[in-house]
Nanobody, 130 residues
């Protein structure tokens, strides 16, 4: 069982920055096939899916339109860690951010659906105040 542990969430003012980290216990970790999703508070109760934010695959990095130019996903294979650098944060970025790992999508192009993900972290809360 692969464990994913997120950290780095917190409270920040609009326009500020945060860097999230996701560390995995997977021995054969590769940044290919890693992604970040988010879910605004209350959306899980309403049955809404987690929203794709960014992913790394063998072909490169992919972003949701809402974060393109502001967020950057990167990874460090030596540290078994994937990062999400978030700049120019907005109140609408407020959400629980989840790390995801899916070996089936290592050679995938484009945004990810939240369905069928191999492993999820427990999430870290990001709150952006106006």
């Amino acid at each position: 069982q692969v464990q994913l542990v997120e950290s780095g969430g917190g409270l920040v003012q609009a326009g500020g920055s945060l860097r999230l980290s996701c560390t995995t216990s997977e021995r054969t970790f590769s940044t290919d096939g890693m992604a970040w999703f988010r879910q605004a508070p209350g959306n899980e109760r309403e049955g809404k899916e987690r929203e794709f934010v960014a992913a790394i695959t063998w072909y490169g990095t992919y972003y949701a339109d809402s974060v393109k130019g502001r967020f950057t996903i990167s990874g460090d294979n030596t540290e078994n860690t994937v990062y999400l650098q978030m700049n120019s944060l907005r109140p609408e970025d407020t959400a629980i951010y989840y790390c995801a790992s899916d070996t089936k999508r290592r050679r995938f192009r484009g945004s990810w659906s939240s369905a069928g993900i191999d492993y999820w972290g427990k999430g870290t809360l990001v709150t952006v105040s106006s």
